[in-house]
């Protein structure tokens, strides 16, 4: 079985630069992948406030650290993580990739990410990124790790209510 590595979406900043957040999650699933065999990279996410596509840059990122095109499926459809996530286990169902995948996405959001796929039907697991040197303030980081108390329960009865109405 092919393990799959579900890179989760960050901003990109004008002129398709990629945000310190998107590059960060791309070097964890770099790194993850230093522990598998060949692994699937998955980069998602659509055209947020500046284009190209948050996976059209993380393929460009993960093209200049030389991974090879074919190991890497982009899914620009997601315009959030749980339309991310009902993307991935779509896409993932129709190529029939059913190894182990795995998530690169920043520590606070690796909770949410995990689950929504789990509870899409994917056996996820976390690929947690390498401690980094604190680049953002105490409040920043809070304001991130606070906004998922309500976004975690939020988005998992959503997709609980999409699997039991077969919208997934």
Do not use: K
Request: with cysteine; charged share 20%; proline share 9%.
């Amino acid at each position: 079985m092919t393990p799959a590595i579900v890179i989760f979406g960050a901003a990109v900043r004008p002129g398709g630069r990629p945000s310190g957040t998107l590059r960060r999650r791309v070097e964890a699933a770099i790194a993850c992948a230093d522990r598998l065999e060949r692994p699937l990279f998955v980069p998602t996410g659509g055209i947020g406030r500046f284009g190209p596509s948050e996976s059209a840059v993380m393929r460009d990122l993960l093209l200049a650290a030389g991974i090879s095109a074919e190991r890497i499926l982009p899914e620009p459809t997601g315009t959030d993580t749980l339309s991310s996530a009902r993307a991935v286990r779509n896409l993932l169902r129709a190529r029939s990739i059913g190894g182990p995948v795995y998530v690169a996405t920043s520590r606070y959001h690796m909770l949410r990410c995990v689950l929504l796929l789990r509870l899409a039907g994917i056996d996820a697991r976390p690929c947690m990124p390498p401690r980094q040197p604190m680049t953002t303030s105490l409040a920043r980081r809070w304001y991130w790790r606070l906004r998922e108390v309500p976004a975690t329960p939020y988005d998992a009865l959503l997709m609980v209510w999409f699997r039991a109405t077969r919208r997934l």
